[in-house]
């Protein structure tokens, strides 16, 4: 049973749950039996599997979020803007920010080799690494690897090659990762975001993508070949975070290289053997892939899943239709019109819009509309043609 511990777990929060509940008990409860309680409801076999889980959390736990960047130092701050934090800080802007600074102050490469690799610098890189820093040092605003700067950063690509002038991005960071890689550098390097027990690895930053779209949470921008250079030097192709990042969209090109590389079949992982019982199972891992593809009717991947052993039976992929009322609320008190926006699919808005939906209706969570969604998820041009239907 996987982890459900809130973000930030704290044992002593949980303790206080513990106490708390042997003192409303009416079966005078001794605290073992409260702690066991407690243990089971966030997903522990008991206390002692908690505590265990909650001692790696202390060494492994980041919340970029919680890190000051107004007071962090040049090379810091252009490291915390040059990578995705899986945040709501997360976009564009954030990314021209920090090749600006790299534009402005190129020697901020040479300020430590977190920067060299958030930079993508193989060249950098290689002097920290002349000096004596080890490839697997912790450091910058996140107490990173340098692999994980690199695997993160979204730093603009046209400003790294107006830089560096030498050959692609894609080229450049491929050459840069091998440095590191070279060198030691862990290709299952990760870190548990907010404590969550679902690893944020090295592969997870390249994949990209996840919740907030794929504008403001995109893919490396040397995406294909980064990843199967982490492969071929050994990063496990089962990536929980990962496929749940890349599960959003119908792309299925993620999946055809971690299958090539053993997805499905693939022995335990490192992380599932550090995390044991607090990650999900393969089982549970599949499930939500199988019913995220049948909701959204991905038909193909879930023919891909079922050629690669596996189980989909149960489950009848939900063809895409224009609804007979388009202008009806869902669930989540969005329209199909804010839907199509958040996705940047013009071809539905266009439809949509021809069947009648009315551009000016704001959704009942966010009170926005459908070009608000579409702007908040920087998909620009969606939102320049919801903008020219309501002038």
């Known amino acids: 049973m996987a982890s459900t511990l809130p973000d930030n777990p704290s044992l002593e929060h949980l303790r206080r749950e513990a106490r708390a509940l042997q003192r409303a008990s009416t079966e005078r409860l001794p605290l073992h039996v409260a702690q066991l309680r407690i243990a089971r409801q966030y997903g522990f076999p008991g206390w002692p599997a908690l505590v265990r889980y909650l001692d790696l959390v202390a060494d492994l736990a980041v919340d970029p979020s919680a890190v000051p ?72 605003p996140y107490g990173w690897p340098p692999l994980l700067y ?30 590191l890689l070279d060198a030691g550098a862990d290709p299952n390097a990760g870190y548990l975001w907010r404590g969550m027990a679902t690893p944020f690895t090295a592969l997870t930053g390249v994949l990209g993508e996840g919740e907030l779209g794929p504008r403001r949470q995109p893919r490396h921008p040397a995406a294909n070949k980064l990843a199967e250079l982490l492969l071929r030097r050994g990063a496990h192709p089962v990536d929980h975070q990962g496929l749940y990042n890349r599960m959003f969209r119908p ?34 891992m599949w499930r939500r892939q199988v019913d995220w593809a049948a909701e959204h009717g991905f038909v193909r991947r879930l023919d891909l ?87």
């Open 69 to 140: 960047e107004t007071r962090l130092a040049d090379a810091d701050r252009f490291c915390a803007l040059a990578v995705l934090q899986y945040t709501d800080r997360d976009a564009p802007p954030r990314w021209e920010s920090a090749a600006q600074s790299l534009e402005e102050e190129p020697d901020l490469v040479d300020a430590h080799i977190w920067a060299a690799a958030a930079a993508g610098d193989p060249e950098a890189l290689a002097r920290h690494l002349d000096r004596g820093i080890t490839a697997n040092a912790t450091g910058g």
């Open 305 to 391: 899943l079922a050629r690669n052993g596996v189980d989909t039976s149960g489950v009848t992929p939900v063809l895409p239709r224009i609804p007979d009322d388009v202008n009806a609320f869902d669930e989540q008190g969005a329209t199909p019109l804010h839907h199509a926006a958040w996705d940047g699919d013009l071809e539905l808005i266009r439809r949509l819009l021809d069947r009648g939906a009315n551009p000016s209706l704001v959704d009942m969570r966010f009170h926005a509309t459908a070009q608000g969604w579409a702007e908040y998820a920087y998909q620009t041009e969606a939102a320049e043609l919801l903008r020219s239907v309501i002038r």
């Open 251 to 284: 792309d299925d090109s993620h999946l055809e290289l971690l299958f090539a590389y053993g997805l499905a079949d693939a022995g335990p992982s490192p992380w599932e053997r550090k995390l044991a019982e607090a990650m999900e199972s393969r089982a549970q």
């Open 150 to 179: 690199l695997c993160y950063t979204r730093v603009a690509p046209a400003a790294a090659e107006r830089r560096l002038r030498s050959e692609s991005t894609t080229g450049q960071m491929c050459a840069a990762a091998t440095v």
